[in-house]
């Protein structure tokens, strides 16, 4: 199984500043037959499903605005929020799904300093 | 719009079996593969398996190979989700979500998409 490791497990960013959560494959999701990383963030709030954000590691879903991006190849990954709004305090999740099972980060709480 | 309507929550007893379903709507149900996700309280989420709605074939978590088993009904464009032998370790959200990836007459991926549109989540609680 490929294990996503994620960081840190919590964040505190003040309001407006840059946000920067890492994830880290146990091997890598690169499928070199047509250069795409298998790779998704999700974001997810309390009490609500997770909200796909990020698809083909950098690629931004519709409608996520462009506050959000998403980089890396390979193993190493970095979502990134370049200006932390209030309506972004939520759990963030990296997850591969470039062969079964697909997996998990453990989740990254971000939240307001 | 696109939307998967999941089924009520459920309270079961150790040892009984839980179905959840998942009603698609807005988009042609046979073109998408779904997946199920669970989320036991205050942890984080663990892919169950993933189901094509064309043709039907299932990839399992390893872990659940037995207990699981993952249906669709084209006729209602819905997928189902049946846990048998359940345990405390089960009590969970489940969630249901589509598969991104098209799969139409003359092609289908020959690999997972990632998860765009997901359902609301049923909350099954195991408890005697």
């Known amino acids: 199984d490929i294990v996503m490791t994620q960081s840190p497990d919590s964040l505190a960013v003040s309001l407006g500043e840059r946000a920067t959560i890492h994830c880290k494959s146990s091997?890598?999701?690169?499928?070199?037959?047509?250069?795409?990383?298998?790779l998704a963030w999700y974001q997810q709030k309390p009490g609500q499903p997770p909200k796909l954000l990020i698809y083909?590691?950098?690629t931004r879903e519709s409608g996520v605005p462009d506050r959000f991006s998403g980089s890396g190849s390979g193993r190493d990954f970095i979502l990134t929020i370049s200006s932390l709004q209030v309506e972004d305090v939520a759990v963030y999740y990296c997850q591969q799904y470039y062969s079964s099972p697909q997996t998990f980060g453990q989740g990254t709480k971000l939240e307001i300093k | 719009q696109v939307q998967l309507v999941q089924s009520g929550g459920e309270v079961k007893k150790p040892g009984a079996s839980v179905k959840v379903s998942c009603k698609a709507s807005?988009?042609?149900?046979?073109?998408?593969?779904i997946n199920w996700v669970r989320q036991a309280p205050g942890q984080g989420l663990e892919w169950m398996g993933w189901i094509s709605a064309y043709k039907g074939d299932t990839h399992y978590a390893q872990n659940l190979q037995g207990r699981v088993t993952m249906t669709t009904d084209t006729s209602t464009s819905t997928a189902y989700m049946e846990l048998r032998s359940l345990t405390s370790d089960d009590t969970a959200v489940y969630y249901c979500a589509r598969d991104g990836g098209y799969c139409g007459s003359s092609s289908c991926p020959s690999s997972f998409y990632y998860m765009d549109v997901w359902g609301e989540g049923t909350t099954v609680t195991v408890s005697s």
């Open positions: 807005g988009y042609t149900f046979t073109n998408y593969a």
């Open positions: 083909w590691a950098s």
């Open positions: 091997q890598s999701v690169l499928y070199s037959s047509n250069n795409k990383n298998f």
